[in-house]
């Protein structure tokens, strides 16, 4: 019975050299039969980063645990560990890494070093940011736009004001209010989950100035069409509205820019004129007005009068010629006198003496060139000293002379026998 005992010691101890070797650690026997056992693998899993670093490994032992856990860059069992961790959590921080890395993970005990696990630390580059600038200035109505190039694998995420939210590398957000201004992040993701920087961007969102309202005048201040020449006055209703600061530019059909708000043209091209209020660098919509003007021109009417007359002996009568086209005609005399109409009859009284004119008006209110007559008028009462002479007495077949003291704008009229009458303005009259 001895005897059998041994044999089972001997092959005992023979089956545990040779879990030793094929498990390649050296196992050292206790009395009673009492050994440590190995501690089981640890259990870790593979780690990822987001650029060049360190990473650490969480490991967690096995049933079996040991007093520790070391790192390896190597398999190799003479390598010199490159971190050990001996109390929980068991976390294991490896040198700066930039490219995928195989670690090795072990467990060990007084006995011995457990198998060393294979784990991988996987780095994945961080996504770039396309430069941004630094600030962007638009306009109410305008439309931000902000177009990035397309990177294979990645997604860019933007925010903004009032929980402005996009995805994508093209950014396009209409601007309806200035409460849109502020700052504009942008990050990129790649696929892997690793995030860019943020950069930003402030966008100044600028009120874009109210549409001008116009109309235009002639220098009377009417809007009647325009005669070819008037000049022609472009004016902004709401000027008094707009915010001080603001510049105005009208284009003329004609490609001619006028940058006043009241510009006055004398050379008028009949078309469209446009304007445009802009306030810092933002503009309004364009405001139009077509212009017009008549381009039939009346010729100058003739004027008439049946002057000299004495003032009150009879009727003062004016007359214009026809013109055609014309709808009235228009007079204009002494004392600022006016009246209308192609005949005028007045009282033959001195304060109407001096220069009449007449313009012909057409259908659209344009006027043709002045006709002009001298009116002569008056009074009856000529306290004049004539003192008539004559070259009497004279032989039949001598030429009989008459004369009389000369008054400037005097008519002078000789009455005498066989119903002899001759007028003349200068008192001089001859008979042969």
């Given at each position: 019975?001895q005897c059998v005992g041994w044999i089972w010691?001997l092959n005992?101890?023979?089956?545990?050299?040779l879990f030793?070797?094929v498990?390649g650690?050296?196992?050292q026997g206790?009395?009673n039969?009492?050994t440590i056992?190995?501690?089981?693998?640890p259990?870790?899993s593979?780690?990822?980063r987001?650029?060049?670093?360190?990473?650490t490994?969480t490991?967690?032992m096995?049933?079996n645990k040991?007093?520790g856990i070391?790192?390896?860059s190597?398999a190799n069992?003479?390598?010199e560990?490159?971190?050990v961790?001996?109390?929980?959590?068991f976390?294991?921080?490896?040198?700066?890494i930039?490219t995928h890395t195989?670690f090795?993970?072990?467990?060990f005990n007084k006995q011995?070093?457990s198998k060393?696990?294979?784990?991988w630390?996987?780095?994945?580059?961080?996504?770039?940011?396309?430069s941004?600038?630094r600030?962007?200035?638009r306009?109410?109505?305008?439309?931000?736009?902000i177009a990035?190039k397309?990177?294979?694998?990645?997604?860019?995420l933007w925010?903004?004001?009032e929980?402005?939210s996009?995805?994508g590398?093209?950014?396009l957000?209409?601007?309806?209010?200035a409460k849109?201004?502020?700052?504009y992040?942008?990050?990129a993701i790649s696929?892997n989950g690793?995030?860019?920087?943020v950069?930003k961007?402030?966008?100044?969102?600028?009120d874009?100035?109210?549409?001008?309202?116009?109309t235009?005048?002639?220098?009377l201040?009417?809007?009647v069409?325009?005669c070819?020449?008037?000049?022609?006055n472009l004016?902004?209703?709401?000027?008094?509205?707009?915010?001080?600061g603001?510049?105005y530019t009208w284009?003329?059909p004609?490609g001619?820019i006028?940058k006043?708000?009241?510009?006055?043209?004398s050379?008028?091209?009949?078309?469209?004129?446009?304007?445009v209020?802009?306030?810092?660098?933002c503009?309004?919509?364009?405001?139009?007005i077509y212009?017009?003007?008549?381009?039939s021109?009346l010729?100058a009417?003739v004027?008439?009068?049946?002057s000299?007359?004495?003032e009150g002996?009879?009727f003062?009568e004016l007359?214009a010629?026809?013109?055609?086209?014309?709808v009235q005609y228009v007079?204009?005399?002494?004392?600022?006198?006016?009246?209308?109409?192609?005949t005028l009859?007045?009282?033959?009284h001195?304060?109407?003496?001096?220069?009449?004119?007449v313009t012909?008006?057409?259908?659209?209110?344009?006027a043709s060139p002045e006709?002009?007559?001298e009116v002569?008028i008056?009074s009856?009462?000529?306290?004049?000293?004539?003192e008539?002479?004559?070259?009497s007495?004279?032989?039949?077949?001598?030429?009989?002379?008459?004369?009389?003291?000369?008054?400037?704008g005097?008519?002078?009229?000789?009455?005498g026998p066989?119903?002899?009458?001759y007028?003349s303005?200068?008192?001089?009259?001859q008979?042969?």
């Amino acid at each position: 019975m001895q005897c059998v005992g041994w044999i089972w010691k001997l092959n005992l101890l023979i089956s545990l050299l040779l879990f030793c070797k094929v498990n390649g650690v050296q196992c050292q026997g206790q009395e009673n039969n009492n050994t440590i056992a190995l501690p089981d693998p640890p259990i870790v899993s593979e780690v990822t980063r987001c650029g060049e670093g360190p990473v650490t490994f969480t490991v967690r032992m096995g049933k079996n645990k040991g007093e520790g856990i070391r790192l390896y860059s190597t398999a190799n069992k003479n390598a010199e560990p490159l971190n050990v961790a001996l109390e929980p959590p068991f976390q294991l921080m490896t040198p700066d890494i930039s490219t995928h890395t195989l670690f090795y993970i072990e467990a060990f005990n007084k006995q011995g070093s457990s198998k060393r696990v294979e784990v991988w630390a996987k780095v994945f580059p961080v996504p770039t940011l396309p430069s941004l600038p630094r600030s962007i200035v638009r306009c109410v109505g305008d439309t931000l736009r902000i177009a990035l190039k397309p990177q294979s694998q990645i997604v860019y995420l933007w925010k903004g004001p009032e929980e402005f939210s996009h995805r994508g590398e093209l950014l396009l957000r209409k601007l309806y209010s200035a409460k849109q201004s502020g700052i504009y992040s942008l990050q990129a993701i790649s696929e892997n989950g690793c995030s860019s920087n943020v950069a930003k961007v402030k966008v100044y969102i600028r009120d874009t100035p109210p549409v001008p309202e116009v109309t235009y005048y002639n220098d009377l201040g009417q809007t009647v069409p325009l005669c070819k020449d008037d000049n022609l006055n472009l004016y902004i209703l709401n000027y008094w509205e707009l915010p001080p600061g603001t510049q105005y530019t009208w284009y003329g059909p004609d490609g001619a820019i006028y940058k006043h708000p009241f510009p006055s043209i004398s050379k008028i091209i009949p078309g469209p004129y446009y304007v445009v209020a802009k306030y810092g660098s933002c503009s309004s919509a364009s405001e139009k007005i077509y212009v017009r003007f008549s381009d039939s021109m009346l010729q100058a009417p003739v004027a008439y009068n049946n002057s000299p007359l004495c003032e009150g002996s009879s009727f003062l009568e004016l007359k214009a010629s026809p013109i055609p086209g014309a709808v009235q005609y228009v007079w204009s005399g002494p004392h600022n006198f006016t009246a209308t109409g192609t005949t005028l009859r007045l009282p033959a009284h001195q304060r109407f003496h001096g220069i009449w004119s007449v313009t012909a008006i057409n259908a659209e209110g344009c006027a043709s060139p002045e006709g002009t007559t001298e009116v002569k008028i008056f009074s009856k009462k000529l306290n004049l000293v004539l003192e008539p002479q004559s070259n009497s007495p004279v032989c039949e077949g001598q030429p009989l002379r008459l004369s009389a003291k000369q008054y400037p704008g005097v008519i002078y009229t000789w009455l005498g026998p066989n119903q002899l009458k001759y007028s003349s303005n200068t008192p001089y009259y001859q008979k042969n």
